[in-house]
RNA sequence: GGGAGCAUAGCUCAGUUGGUUAGAGCGCUUGCUUUACACGCAAGAGGUCACAGGUUCGAGUCCUGUUGUUCCCACCA
């Protein structure tokens, strides 16, 4: 065995086998007959487009830490696996695909596309399911879904149908906003407002019956040819005269009337705003209240059409160069000014997005809203951290209709068939082949397709079967928990929570556990522009998984940002390395080593280290529990490097020697720390924990609170012992002694005997070669260190700058004094007294004693 | 325009319901091949917790305001 183990922990030949050992063994097969409580968990798909990043990476850490922690914990885990059929994405992907092959969607056709796409899913979704196995996520892969397969599919037609019924789907002629490039309407939420420069050109409307005129200030400009009225505001003083009157827009030369409308600005520009109802939401609605005319004058290529003239068939912003040149030649510019305005870009491409009507298919969203903002209301889900709950709520206070049809083929075909002899419309969730109403052959289904989240919002029932209702369903419904970045809170959660409640009368989730973003090392967005984006896949060859996890996960906040950097990496690492290492060193010492406390030859140090073990696992369930990963992970840190090896190791080093008892003891110590590391970490663990065990670690139990690990007596002498060894260790380096020179101490003391039992233990670790207990040093040139328990001289030579020490001790003995000082008036602080808790009273009494003594000593030392 | 987050050591960040002397990792300084680990060990330096008020026996933590910064939402053409 001792040339077995390396010396440095190596990931990678390591991961490959330890996953496949889980995943042939079963252990996350959801086991429907079991009796255990269900712990169900959404995942959410990752699409089908590209490779996992940075923040999947996240997320299916912070989803398997709570999946191995529940199943620690004795919960049936049901976490369902699966990918999305990313609509549009992938439809472009495929399409850029075709491009380059030399041909075109169009060219061949609907099925052989759909077929196309599948291939893709097939290639691509499965390098996407072998990543988050790497990542280490325990999901039920005999569960496998994904959102385009039959299953999904049934439970979209069914909601679309139930809908259409109940009068909340609905098809209608509306604005929509048109992505030009993408060649689809797109909904409000894909839709990103960024700032840009604009020009704002001021435009003159004349009179039909004089030749006066007024001034309209525009950003579109090309956008005149729609126009249908020039609306200011009924109480503009400056106008109020000319509402009815008719005026004629500029080039086009149509003629509009002067409108009176709430909604327009008397601050902004001139006051007096262009009515282009087709282009613009706002225009919409003052076209709808007023009965105006919509005129599309825009292609869905982002071409002006016939209506504009000579300006048909260029790009929008092609057109308005042209056309301010034109207004400024026929004298009917006023003047132009720069301004920055949030011009709406495609969230997928970036691409200028267009308002225009269209016909489309919507979903209804007032009275779905209300139930979905009551459950968060009441707190039936919860968001994790509270203040997404605002987020959502503010959301959902203010939702409009969701346009949900994509003018694109991938995805859900739109379940709705036009009957040509009688134009009615049959909603069915099955193909159909005759139009209900007037049973005529004659019809055809619709050619478009539903947005992708549409089917993402059935995502945690429809994998349930729904909608059948399953024995699993009833188990398992509503789930337990979804974690998700703060980014589709509205995409997807919102959604989510509305669709549930509507379809199965139920919420989908108790809890909403929501993430930051991972960001690069200078804190910047990873993005494939800037190329600053980290493969976890390639982190993960390099580092190992474990080393990823770590690092994502420590020192987080759930719902802030975090940075990555490879930095961060190493440091990870090397805590891997150093379990690693303890491992090794125990398995090295003793062979026949096993995970046994021996409760009858404990020593003070076991029992210190139990306790220690015992307090941290209590503190690390509370954290786990309320999903504070980042706390749990520290203190496991900390327990495992600062006392388990940096103390426990070495205090037990000098007694191991041939002692398999006192080794097992220490090995069970480890393998408990193991256990509640596992969650975080689990390849490096369960590899470790096969050194000591035949079973495996991901299923064994997670370890509990005891009381019979309560040492306190022990604990205290270990801690005393310990700062012993501290004091003298600090000492030493003030001396300039390197540790590998032995030294000899006096000690003065009323714990004469806890000193002499562990005096092996204090001269290893402080490497001392005599320890005098209440004897007199015969120098008198002696360091002196003060506890509160006992006083330590260390006689020194004349290696020591007197001057420097002297300095020293008094700043230390003037931080006593004003230590001392605060502590005395605070406890004749009347109000302190009767306010304050007793224990924190008790505390500051202890302290005020025992520096007291310190300052005692120290004073007699200096004078 | 509305809302939210953040501001703590040189850097990246923790800090649970207010409670002794505010923590970690990295970096830095000094020393160390001490029977696992130099991806290591030991010791150390380094902080008016953005600013100004307030509540309280007690504030990094609660309240009000200010500044800086990031993000979300919104139809200023």
């Avoid at 489309?360 to 968060?376: H, Y």
């Avoid at 004693?849 to 007699?860: G, T």
Wanted: glycine content about 4%.
């Amino acid at each position: 065995m001792k040339n077995i183990i390396e010396k440095v922990y190596k990931a990678s030949v390591i991961e490959e086998n330890i996953y496949k050992f889980w995943e042939d063994n079963n252990f996350f097969k959801f086991n429907e007959n079991s009796k255990k409580k269900v712990y169900t968990i959404v995942l959410p798909p990752p699409n089908i487009t590209g490779a996992l990043h940075m923040g999947h990476a996240l997320n299916f850490t912070l989803q398997d830490i709570v999946a191995r922690y529940k199943r620690m914990t004795g919960y049936e885990i049901l976490w369902i696996p699966g990918t999305d059929h990313a609509a549009l994405s992938t439809e472009a992907k495929v399409v850029e695909m075709l491009r380059k092959k030399g041909t075109s969607k169009t060219e061949i056709g609907y099925e052989k596309f759909m077929q196309e796409c599948l291939a893709w899913k097939n290639k691509y979704g499965n390098k996407i399911t072998e990543q988050i196995r790497k990542l280490g996520a325990s999901c039920d892969w005999s569960l496998e879904r994904f959102t385009l397969d039959e299953g999904c599919s049934k439970a979209v037609n069914e909601f679309f149908v139930r809908l259409y019924n109940k009068k909340l789907i609905y098809r209608g002629k509306r604005i929509v906003n048109w992505c030009p490039n993408c060649n689809t309407s797109i909904s409000d939420i894909e839709v990103d407002f960024k700032e840009s420069e604009s020009e704002l050109v001021y435009l003159k409307y004349f009179f039909s019956d004089n030749n006066n005129f007024l001034t309209v200030a525009t950003t579109r400009p090309e956008t005149i040819f729609g126009d249908v009225a020039i609306a200011v505001n009924p109480e503009d003083e400056r106008y109020k005269n000319f509402i009815g009157q008719e005026v004629t827009v500029p080039i086009s030369n149509h003629k509009i009337k002067v409108i009176a409308d709430n909604y327009v600005d008397k601050s902004f520009g001139t006051g007096v705003l262009k009515v282009t109802p087709a282009h613009d939401f706002a225009d919409f609605e003052i076209g709808q209240r007023h009965n105006l005319e919509n005129i599309n004058i825009i292609n869905k290529d982002g071409t002006l059409n016939k209506k504009c003239g000579n300006y048909s068939r260029l790009k929008t912003f092609e057109a308005r160069k042209i056309i301010i040149n034109e207004l400024e030649s026929k004298n009917l510019l006023v003047k132009r000014e720069k301004i920055k305005n949030n011009v709406g870009k495609c969230s997928r491409c970036d691409c200028i997005i267009e308002s225009l009507i269209s016909t489309q298919w919507f979903l209804k969203m007032q009275s779905l809203a209300k139930p979905a903002i009551k459950v968060v209301e009441n707190k039936n889900i919860s968001f994790v951290p509270e203040r997404f709950s605002k987020i959502y709520m503010h959301w959902m206070n203010n939702i409009k209709d969701w346009c949900i049809s994509r003018q694109i083929w991938w995805g859900h075909r739109i379940p709705a068939y036009y009957c040509k002899d009688c134009n009615h419309i049959t909603v069915s969730p099955n193909k159909i082949n005759f139009c209900e109403k007037c049973k005529s052959k004659n019809i055809s289904q619709d050619g478009d397709s539903l947005d992708t989240w549409f089917s993402s919002a059935l995502w945690p029932f429809s994998v349930l079967g729904w909608p059948e209702i399953q024995e699993k369903f009833l188990r398992c419904y509503p789930t337990d928990l979804v974690i998700t970045g703060y980014d589709i809170i509205f995409f997807w959660i919102a959604r989510m929570i509305f669709s549930s409640i509507e379809l199965t009368g139920e919420i989908p989730f108790k809890n909403v556990v929501i993430h930051g973003l991972v960001r690069d090392a200078q804190g910047r967005k990873m993005s494939k522009s800037l190329g600053n984006g980290i493969d976890p896949i390639e982190i993960i060859s390099k580092y190992g998984v474990d080393a990823l996890r770590l690092t994502l996960v420590m020192g987080l906040t759930l719902g802030n940002d975090t940075r990555f950097s490879e930095k961060k990496i190493e440091g990870s690492r090397n805590f891997i390395n150093k379990i690693w290492n303890a491992a090794r060193f125990l398995k090295i010492t003793n062979e026949n080593i096993l995970p046994k406390i021996e409760f009858n030859n404990l020593s003070i140090y076991d029992k210190w280290m139990l306790n220690k073990l015992n307090n941290t696992i209590q503190e690390v369930q509370k954290n786990m529990e309320k999903f504070e990963f980042g706390m749990a992970i520290q203190k496991i840190y900390s327990l495992f490097w600062d006392d388990f090896c940096d103390w426990y190791i070495e205090f037990s080093k000098i007694d191991f020697k041939n002692n398999l008892s006192n080794l097992n003891t220490c090995c069970y110590i480890l393998c408990e720390i193991l256990k509640i590391l596992h969650s975080f970490i689990p390849v490096v663990t369960e590899k470790i924990w096969n050194f000591f065990n035949n079973n495996a670690l991901t299923v064994s139990n997670y370890p509990e609170f005891n009381n019979k690990f309560n040492y306190a007596q022990d604990s205290k002498n270990v801690e005393n012992i310990i700062e012993i060894i501290h004091a003298i260790r600090t000492k030493r380096n003030e001396m300039n002694t390197p540790h590998n020179k032995k030294i000899n101490i006096f000690i003065a003391t009323k714990s004469e005997d806890l000193i002499i039992k562990n005096s092996d233990k204090i001269k290893k670790l402080a490497n001392i070669e005599n320890i005098y207990i209440n004897k007199k040093s015969s120098s008198d040139n002696v360091l002196t260190c003060a506890l509160e328990f006992a006083s330590i001289n260390i006689p020194v030579g004349d290696l020591i700058n007197q001057d420097e020490l002297n300095l020293k001790l008094k700043k230390e003995l003037e931080e006593l004094k004003a230590r001392i000082s605060k502590n005395e008036n605070l406890l004749q602080n009347k109000e302190f007294i009767e306010k304050a808790p007793s224990s924190i009273i008790k505390n500051i009494k202890n302290n005020l004693d025992s520096d007291k003594k310190r300052y005692f000593i120290l004073n007699k030392k200096i004078n």
